[in-house]
Nanobody, 129 residues
Framework: QVQLAESGGGLVQAGGSLRLSCAAS????????????MAWFRQAPRNERERVFV?????????SYADSVKGRFIISRDNAKNTMYLEMNSLKPDDTAIYYC?????????????????WGLGTQVTVSS
């Protein structure tokens, strides 16, 4: 089985920055997900029914972003450490959400929750105005 654990969330003022981390572990991670796509999703306080795509990074480093975060957020991964990162800059109150790490056996980015096989428990990010 694979476990994903997010960290780095917190409270920050608008315009500030945060860096989220997602550590992957488990006996099968290397075989199953080393080359798979990893992504960040978020769930806003008033939208508890769905998690919205933020960014994804494929095994070869190819990245994709939601329009709402393009130019402000940077996603990356360190395969040697089994860790993915999300650097968030110029944060806005609308970025307030629970941020979830996700991983898939597939190689290519997807903006849909259903395409990801493993999920972390989330980390809260709150941006004050």
């Amino acid at each position: 089985q694979v476990q994903l654990a997010e960290s780095g969330g917190g409270l920050v003022q608008a315009g500030g920055s945060l860096r989220l981390s997602c550590a992957a572990s488990g006996r099968t991670f290397g075989r199953t997900l080393e080359r798979g796509v990893m992504a960040w999703f978020r769930q806003a306080p008033r939208n508890e029914r769905e998690r919205v795509f933020v960014a994804a990074v494929e095994g070869d480093g190819f990245t994709s972003y939601a329009d709402s975060v393009k130019g402000r957020f940077i996603i990356s991964r360190d395969n040697a450490k089994n860790t993915m990162y999300l650097e968030m800059n110029s944060l806005k109150p609308d970025d307030t959400a629970i941020y979830y790490c996700a991983a898939a056996r597939g190689f290519y980015s997807s903006t849909f929750e259903r395409d990801y096989d493993f999920w972390g428990l989330g980390t809260q990010v709150t941006v004050s105005s």
